[in-house]
């Protein structure tokens, strides 16, 4: 089945680490996207790629670091920097940069700081 | 930049009813309105997705309505269902990303 695959669905940050969300898609889609969701907000854009080995910051890319090596995979990296990374995060994609396309989204991984 | 509300914030109803569903949008220039279901501790799904020349779209018990130049969309579920309770997110696409509200949290009760 086509999908979008985040991984892990938990992930605990000890204070000055860096760790790193996983996202893939066999969506064959050329543009990713991750967000951050914070209870009562809406989702906020974070970064987003629109083709390999290209990106561009967001909203509040600020404490973020990503890569897109591979069309099927969009990393993310919380960094040290993040000072309040506590969130739920999304990863999603699309078809084209055209605009008119549907949005789909995987599962999520809650980021907890101990 | 554009700013997208959703009011209520939560709503619960006895099952049967009709819901409606509010979101509004402050920058007519949208390429497309999108709604979205999440569960709890879940991802996002697709329900409807109105490309911004249309005036509605309509998915079995699902009806989204779009009017830009009032910068409002409504979601329509008919005839609620214990198994609707969600919350429910609208998000507008604009150049090149997604403006998301906060959501309805919406409660069907048995």
């Known amino acids: 089945d086509g999908g979008i695959t985040q991984s892990p669905k938990y992930l605990f940050r000890k204070e000055g680490q860096n760790v790193t969300l996983s996202c893939e898609q066999n969506l064959n889609h050329d543009a990713m996207y991750w967000y951050r969701q914070d209870p009562g907000q809406g989702l906020r854009l974070i970064y987003y790629s629109q083709i390999v080995n290209d990106f561009q910051k967001g909203d509040i890319a600020e404490g973020y670091s990503v890569s897109r090596e591979k069309k099927e995979s969009f990393p993310l990296t919380v960094t040290s920097a993040q000072k309040n990374p506590t969130a739920f995060y999304l990863c999603?994609?699309?078809?084209?940069?055209?605009?008119?396309?549907?949005?789909?989204f995987g599962s999520g991984t809650q980021l907890s700081v101990l | 930049k554009q700013e997208v509300t959703q009011i209520p914030a939560a709503l619960s109803v006895p099952e049967g009813e009709n819901l409606v569903l509010n979101c509004s949008f402050t920058?007519?220039?949208?390429?497309?309105l999108q709604w979205f279901r999440q569960d709890p501790g879940k991802g996002l799904t697709s329900l409807l997705l109105i490309q911004s020349s249309q005036r509605e779209q309509t998915s079995g018990r699902l009806n989204a309505s779009l009017d830009k130049s009032s910068g409002r969309s409504t979601l329509y579920i008919a005839a609620s269902q214990p198994g609707d309770s969600a919350t429910y997110l609208c998000a507008v696409r604009g150049a090149y990303k997604l403006s998301f509200g906060a959501g309805t949290t919406v409660t069907v009760r048995a």
């Open positions: 999603a994609s699309s078809t084209s940069k055209g605009g008119g396309e549907k949005l789909f």
């Open positions: 920058d007519s220039a949208i390429y497309n």
